[in-house]
């Protein structure tokens, strides 16, 4: 059974820090990978989708790559905004089109000031 | 605007009551979900439907339940059943199981 793990749950980094959000995942046997952003009291957002083939995904200052191998996931925020605050979620896709996305728990980040 | 939306965005019951979770999409999409979400559990799936007509539990479906009478839309009803109904209710949908999915705005359900 996939398990998705993020680690820490929480994060406090000095505005302007650049910084990595970590995924971990227990069967490499995945569809894609997705990150998705959520601010307080709303819904999840979608930032970058990778598909098993691909290594990474870039979207203006933000880059998730994958690993399979490892069963790994980063998710790198570039030169960070007090705007980048929010709780980000990772998502695995699996191979067996008639099972479920899973997803892990979530890192709540905070940009300090 | 294509998208998917819900209603109420917040929603109080009296114990003992159902109450019904609205979740429309016009995104054409087959896939429709509903999760859960309470304070450090991350989301935790109620059911799914893959098309119109079939759906099927998820992980947590006992004191709900779900219609998928048209494409677009997925209701989800809060049975008296449920003993800890007070939760942030997600719906999601996404042309297939594996494809990327898109959220609601999310249900703020309270019980009094």
């Known amino acids: 059974k996939q398990e998705v793990t993020q680690i820490p749950a929480a994060l406090s980094v000095p505005e302007g820090e650049n910084l990595v959000l970590n995924c971990s995942f227990t069967d490499s046997a995945i569809y894609n990978l997705q990150w998705f952003r959520q601010d307080p009291g709303k819904g999840l957002t979608s930032l970058l989708l990778i598909q098993s083939s691909q290594r990474e995904q870039t979207s203006g200052r933000l880059n998730a790559s994958l690993d399979k191998s490892s069963g790994r996931s980063t998710l790198y925020i570039a030169a960070s905004q007090p705007g980048d605050s929010a709780t980000y979620l990772c998502?695995?896709?699996?191979?067996?089109?008639?099972?479920?996305?899973?997803f892990g728990k979530g890192t709540r980040l905070h940009i300090l000031p | 605007d294509g998208g998917i939306t819900q209603s109420p965005k917040y929603l109080f019951r009296k114990e003992g009551q159902n109450v019904t979770l609205s979740c429309e999409q016009n995104?054409?999409?087959?896939?429709m979900y509903w999760y859960r979400q309470d304070p450090g559990q991350g989301l935790r799936l109620i059911y799914y439907?893959?098309?119109?007509?079939?759906?099927q539990k998820g992980d947590i479906a006992e004191g709900y339940s779900v219609s998928r009478e048209k494409k677009e839309s997925f209701p989800l009803t809060v049975t008296s059943a449920q003993k800890n109904p007070t939760a942030f209710y997600l719906c999601a949908s996404g042309r297939i199981l594996t494809d990327t999915q898109y959220f609601g705005p999310g249900t703020r359900l309270t019980v009094l």
């Open positions: 998502a695995v896709g699996p191979m067996n089109r008639d099972d479920k996305i899973i």
């Open positions: 439907s893959q098309i119109v007509n079939d759906f």
């Open positions: 995104l054409n999409h087959d896939a």
